[in-house]
């Protein structure tokens, strides 16, 4: 088609469209280069969307009936229609009535398009396969031609949206959540009213005076201040709230030079809206906390550079090991404590009269972080990654983090869980009703588990119970609470079965728990769930099961089970972390497979905490007590016949007969039971006096590697829990205990040697500060260190983790992995970090 059925169509006299003039068009230089494409927004006779394809010099055009769809399973009818001119793409105003085409036009979107293939070929055969970069629209797509009908004169193709990471389900339907113009922010009734200001270049109108890809720079009312407005970026009244925008869990992270990776912090989502000096802060419903944060908070706010101003982000609680901690936060809020909150600024959806919610990600956070005073304690500016998604999500848990946010770089703001923005999370984890407690049965005025539930249809389906994760204080605190919405009937849809039932008060469903899980069971039920704290934030009728599609229908791998019964499974262990006995018992079904063989077939000695960590009484003891569970083994120490037998584990059972006993560490000796002279590990424990940082730690334990790896030896590093690393060597057992001891020895010696002002080999505590003491006493016969994966009875609930090397750094202290994010890490990982450990054993080398 030529322009000469575009101009004969129109009378240019009545119409404000633009003429078409075919020589004053540039022709592309090459048939694979990008060119523009524009869709414009078109409310004739009836409401359609006019795409439009720069070629050969014009615009090729087909009217769309129903508008373009993100989803691949559509396919919209796209009418062909008469070429436009290029200067077409600019034109936004109203066509008047009576003239062809008479109504009103506002551009949709507008970008550049490459062809993918041969374009003359394509267009001829009838399939064009393209890309766009549009302000909307992004991604592959397709317009294929259909056949004819005999005597039909029109000419439909079909416009299809390619199956990549742009695509959408029907859940989010861009048409109605983006209706606006990209060029002038308006929309059809807004341009009908006052055309004359928005419809061509030569509008006077200041929402379209700032040029594609040149913002003007606007000064604001601020003394001084300027602000190199993005393009998007519209006058506005500051709004009192805006529905904050919410991501799509995913099973894993998007990849692609089109997305940015943000931390996901585990907090309270929270607007700060700032007008003249007065700041308030939104909850995620709107609800006003500032009072709940204290002045500090608020008036961190205040020192920022503007007047006028909402922004996105999250106030958090850091643990000691630098994870936000959603616990912690609760427990400060409870407390009135104030001087531990951080708020992450992660976006920004108004500014100094200016409504930026139609400008992209990437120009409204590089506006945010030019805000954020870069000394400021409280307010923060949350960085993005543009690595691979899939790697910043394995680092994120790597380092035990809730997961990461994936964002578009170039996506609006939108309200709702309708954008963009893809979560993916380390471990399940996720809100639920309350529907029911049962009582401690330690306590008189404290819960023992919760009874949760999900809304489906109007109705609450019961999901099972949580029975850890409660603090001594958390758990009088949700007794009183939910003791005053005690209720005689079930709030659940079903009928609960004899053990759902146990011993459950039933309340009124309108408290919401923040719960971390391993995983659904096959029947719909949570397994391992620990409590995390209470959402107040969120209603309980908008609480929902939330699960990636591509994971519905999918049961997790078995966990073993053990045949041990716990009596009191709420004893409270780790008093300040909230986990109990049965805690425990499931962070031990978690590890089980990679802890198994360090533990299974050695002499033991155990420290015993019958009361917790801060109970009186503490036992470590290497022979058997009163009482103790059979499916602990006790075995006669061949060279101590006539002594008490040692003890040892055969199998899981075992395992959790220790934690019903109360045995919060577990030390190994370095060899098994079936061979007990020829030790199968050496273990050398890296012991920081005073005054020595984790940096200088980790620069011994690469020492050692070097040492021990010279020597023809493989060398494994893992955490302590407490204050330092253990380098592990696996040996095939053919030494005896002397040789293997003076063979450790020899390397500690040798450190301290090289640098006596750093290092000790022996156990002098006078001389310990500001020197690492390298412990080979660990490796003699009846020694032993604590094994990987076991817990520490010290506060925090730390345990003793695995690492590989290239993990080793200042991020990852020697107390950072515990009971709670331990095996959310394991679940990220590709690979045990000690894969190949005793594949790895060599003989001990000759003194």
Avoid at 5 to 32: Q, S
Avoid at 71 to 81: G, I, Q, S, Y
Avoid at 609 to 636: E, L, S
Wanted: hydrophobic share 40%; aromatic share 8%; glycine share 8%.
């Amino acid at each position: 088609m030529s322009l000469d059925t575009y101009n004969a169509k129109r009378r240019f006299d009545a119409t404000p469209e633009p003429k078409g003039e075919a020589a004053k068009a540039a022709k592309r230089k090459a048939a694979t280069d990008s060119a523009s494409f524009v869709i414009q927004k078109h409310d004739a006779t009836r409401l359609h969307y006019d795409f439009r394809l720069e070629m050969d010099g014009v615009l090729k055009s087909w009217a769309v009936t129903k508008g373009p769809s993100l989803n691949p399973e559509d396919k919209r009818l796209a009418v062909h229609v008469e070429d436009h001119p290029l200067s077409y793409g600019d034109f936004e105003g109203v066509i008047p009535k009576g003239q062809y085409g008479g109504g009103t036009v506002i551009v949709w979107d507008r970008g550049t398009w490459t062809p993918i293939g041969d374009l003359a070929k394509a267009y001829a055969k009838g399939h064009l396969e393209f890309t766009l970069d549009g302000e909307k629209l992004q991604g592959r797509w397709h317009l294929v031609r259909m056949h004819g009908k005999p005597g039909e004169t029109r000419e439909n193709w079909l416009l299809i949206k390619g199956d990549d990471e742009a695509a959408r389900d029907d859940s989010f339907d861009i048409l109605k959540e983006l209706p606006e113009s990209v060029k002038s922010g308006r929309d059809l009734k807004d341009v009908a009213k006052n055309p004359g200001d928005t419809w061509n270049s030569k509008s006077t109108s200041k929402a379209s005076n700032t040029k594609r890809g040149k913002p003007a720079k606007v000064t604001t009312a601020a003394e001084g201040q300027a602000h190199a407005w993005p393009k998007g970026a519209r006058k506005a009244v500051l709004p009192d709230f805006v529905e904050p925008a919410l991501a799509t869990l995913k099973p894993k992270a998007p990849s692609g030079d089109r997305w940015v990776h943000e931390i996901k912090f585990d907090g309270y989502r929270l607007q700060a809206r700032i007008e003249m000096g007065n700041v308030r802060l939104l909850t995620r419903s709107g609800l006003d906390w500032t009072e709940r944060f204290g002045d500090q908070v608020a008036a961190a706010f205040t020192g920022l550079p503007v007047e006028t101003a909402l922004i996105d982000g999250e106030i958090v609680v850091h643990k000691d090991n630098g994870a936000s901690d959603f616990s912690a936060l609760q427990e400060d809020l409870s407390l009135g404590r104030s001087d531990r909150f951080i708020y992450y600024a992660f976006d920004i959806l108004h500014l100094d009269g200016h409504d930026l919610t139609k400008a992209t990600l990437i120009d409204r956070k590089n506006l945010l972080q030019k805000l954020i005073l870069a000394d400021s304690p409280i307010v923060r500016f949350s960085e993005h990654f543009e690595d691979n998604g899939d790697l910043v999500l394995t680092h994120a848990c790597r380092l035990s983090l809730e997961g990461v946010v994936s964002k578009e770089r170039s996506g609006l703001y939108v309200s709702g869980r309708k954008g963009s923005w893809v979560k993916s999370k380390c471990s399940e984890r996720q809100e639920f009703v309350i529907g029911g407690y049962a009582p401690s049965s330690t306590s008189d005025h404290a819960i023992g588990a919760l009874a949760l539930g999900v809304y489906e249809e109007g109705a609450l389906r019961h999901v099972g119970r949580v029975g850890t994760g409660f603090s001594h204080a958390t758990a009088d605190m949700l007794f009183e609470a939910l003791s005053a919405i005690e209720r005689s009937d079930s709030p659940f849809r079903d009928k609960l079965t004899a053990d759902a039932r146990r011993g459950l008060h039933y309340v009124e469903p309108t408290l919401v728990a923040e719960v971390e899980f391993r995983a659904w069971s096959a029947d719909g039920n949570l397994r391992h769930a620990s409590f995390r704290g209470l959402r107040e934030d969120k209603p309980a009728s908008e609480v929902r099961q939330e699960r990636p599609a591509a994971e519905k229908g999918r049961t997790s791998p078995a966990l073993p089970k053990a045949a041990i019964t716990l009596t009191h499974p709420d004893r409270v262990y780790w008093p300040k972390e909230g986990v109990t006995k049965q805690g425990l018992a499931e962070y031990y079904a978690q590890v089980w497979s990679f802890m198994a063989p360090y533990v299974v077939d050695r002499p033991l000695s155990l420290l015993r905490c019958p009361d917790g960590i801060d109970g009186k009484q503490r036992f470590f003891q290497k022979h058997a007590w009163r009482g103790i569970n059979k499916a602990i083994d006790q075995i006669q120490d061949p060279k101590d016949k006539a002594g008490e037998p040692s003890l040892r584990i055969t199998n899981f059972d075992g395992l959790i007969a220790l934690v019903q006993s109360a045995a919060l560490e577990i030390h190994p000796w370095g060899t098994t039971t079936r061979n007990w002279e020829k030790p199968d590990m050496i273990t050398m424990d890296l012991d920081p006096g005073e005054d020595v940082s984790w940096a200088e730690i980790i620069e011994a334990a690469l020492l050692l590697k070097g040492e021990i790896e010279a020597k023809g030896l493989a060398a494994f590093v893992k955490t302590s829990g407490g204050k330092g690393l253990h380098v592990v060597v696996p040996l095939k057992p053919s030494a005896g205990w002397p040789a293997v001891k003076a063979f450790a020895k020899a390397l500690a010696t040798d450190a301290a040697k090289k640098d006596p002002d750093r290092y000790l080999a022996v156990a002098t505590k006078a001389k310990r500060r500001g020197r690492i003491f390298i412990d080979y006493l660990r490796n003699g016969r009846g020694a032993t260190a604590v094994a990987p994966y076991s817990t520490r009875a010290r506060p925090g609930a730390a345990v003793s983790a695995p690492l590989a090397w290239s993990e080793l750094s200042e991020a990852i202290g020697p107390d950072y992995f515990t009971v709670e994010n331990m095996p959310a890490r394991l679940t990220s990982l590709k690979k045990d970090p000690w894969d190949g450990f005793f594949a790895a054993a060599k003989v001990l080398p000759k003194a």
